[in-house]
């Protein structure tokens, strides 16, 4: 599976973004979730939202939940993130990952990754 995250770039803060992420290779419609990860410069790769093939979602509540929505269209082999009221603690780069994720929360749940999209926020 191949994964190609975009949607990034500069917006100020309280704006909004919409990445997606495009697989090839295999179709999101078989079995794998998909997950959106961030790293800002310094600190660990977190977990920002996943979906599941049944359309299931979870969220990291702390960080984006009533902001972030993901969603899937099966049939463009595409996920999205939809982000609104953006604040400058968003900043970082976003990764798509997409596997037969267990729990959707950690970076080993996923076993493909794309290359991720640099979205910054300024205050």
């Known amino acids: 599976v191949q994964l190609q995250a975009s949607g990034g770039g500069l917006v100020q803060a309280g704006g909004s973004l919409r990445l997606s992420c495009t697989a090839s290779g295999r179709t999101f419609s078989a079995d794998y979730a998909v997950g959106w990860f961030r790293q800002a410069p310094g600190k660990e790769r977190e977990f920002v939202a996943g979906i599941r093939v049944s359309g299931a979602t979870m969220y990291n509540t702390d960080s984006v939940k009533g902001r972030f929505t993901i969603s899937r269209d099966n049939a463009k082999n595409t996920v999205y993130l939809q982000m609104r009221s953006l604040k400058p603690e968003d900043t970082g780069v976003y990764y798509c990952?997409?596997?037969?994720?267990?729990?959707?929360?950690?970076?080993?749940?996923?076993?493909?990754w794309g290359q991720g999209t640099q979205v910054t926020v300024s205050s």
């Open positions: 990952a997409a596997g037969l994720a267990d729990t959707m929360m950690y970076t080993s749940d996923y076993s493909y």
